[in-house]
């Protein structure tokens, strides 16, 4: 049998996941590890949360174990994959002084996701070493693992890229231990929060994976539509549509089909036409809920999973820092 190839990926612990995480990220992680080819290591960044965030922590510990809950809601398997808390491994906080230490400060100034949050997120401190650092620290993530693939998003592009740069820094300088890794490009639907923006938690607009009932009935209501139509004469636009776009997602070929036409001529009414997709969002996640009630009511199962994971990615992580410190002689 030929080895596995390592994937690798990470989410800060900033709350539980929406849908935008579950369609344009986890959904993917869930199919790598289906797919049998791979050897799948998908971890908490909680010491990341603190590069913007160090003056909020209050919610970390509980996001943490939300985000696992809705991990394994969504089909990741701890048997097959290794879900883990970088916080518990301390070995990233080793590979990352060392990393620092052969980072030319002028590959971090010049990161485009640096300026562009600084531009951004103007209500943060992100004039601190740990937010310049974050991308370190994110290639100590990756290479500890000696990933062949990393499966992200377009944003997260630049980090990606600068591990690369990294990791040949350090096989030049020292010796030849790490892979260089490939990024593995999600594509992300196009898909909307509630008001039409990007979906997300800080915009107070997003559809959560355990939404359920009069609150997800509520947050649909509310969807975005086409805005020229302001009445239900009007004959509308599905392809402008946030909620055709869900639809797309949710319903069946057919049912979608008959939307769009029925949209187009004005026969069918947008509270009508959210109802129905209400109904399919529940009935799609129904899965989901019903393991993230099981995972609720059984709190163990889950510490003991992350636990196990904690363990499975320090043995690995021991591993490559005794490498790592002979390569170096220190
Ligand atoms: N920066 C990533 C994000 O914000 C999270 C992350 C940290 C990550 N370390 C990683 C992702 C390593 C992939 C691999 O989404
Ligand atoms: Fe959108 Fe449906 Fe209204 Fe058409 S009927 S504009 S698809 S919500």
Not at 31 to 54: R, V
Not at 141 to 163: N, R, S
Not at 202 to 213: F, H, M, P, Q, T
Not at 218 to 223: F, P, Q, T
Request: with cysteine; net charge neutral; glycine share 6%.
């Amino acid at each position: 049998m030929t080895e596995k190839r390592r994937i690798l990926s990470g989410i800060r612990p900033t709350g539980k996941l929406h849908l935008g995480n579950y369609l344009g990220a986890l959904r993917n992680w869930v199919d790598l590890q289906n797919d049998g080819g791979y050897e799948c290591f998908y971890f908490i960044a909680d010491w990341h949360a603190l590069t913007s965030d160090y003056n909020r922590t209050e919610e970390i510990r509980e996001n943490r174990v939300d985000i696992v809950i809705d991990w394994l809601a969504a089909g990741l398997d701890p048997k097959r994959s290794t879900l883990f808390v970088q916080s518990a491994v301390m070995e990233h906080a080793e590979l990352f002084v060392l990393l620092c230490m052969i980072t030319p400060l002028s590959w971090l100034e010049r990161n485009p996701t640096y300026k562009e949050m600084k531009h951004e997120l103007v209500d943060r401190d992100l004039s601190t070493f740990g937010f310049l650092g974050y991308p370190v620290l994110q290639a100590a993530d990756i290479i500890m693992y000696k990933a062949y693939g990393v499966p992200v998003g377009v944003d997260q592009l630049p980090h990606v890229e600068l591990t690369r740069e990294i990791a040949r820094r350090f096989n030049f300088l020292y010796r030849e231990i790490f892979p260089v890794p490939e990024p593995l490009l999600t594509t992300v639907p196009k898909l909307l929060g509630t008001d039409g923006r990007k979906m997300s938690k800080s915009y107070d607009n997003a559809i959560y994976l355990s939404e359920r009932g009069k609150e997800l009935r509520r947050k649909i209501e509310s969807m975005f539509t086409d805005p020229r139509r302001q009445r239900k004469s009007d004959p509308g636009r599905p392809e402008v549509c946030n909620v055709f776009a869900f639809h797309n997602i949710y319903s069946p070929p057919a049912e979608i089909a008959q939307i769009d036409e029925d949209c187009r001529r004005a026969a069918i009414g947008c509270v009508q036409c959210k109802k129905r997709l209400a109904d399919r969002i529940e009935e799609g996640l129904r899965p989901i809920h019903d393991r993230q009630d099981y995972y609720r009511s059984n709190i163990r199962e889950v510490h003991d999973i992350i636990a196990d994971g904690n363990e499975r990615a320090r043995r690995v992580a021991r591993a490559t820092m005794a490498e790592v410190r002979d390569a170096i002689r220190i």
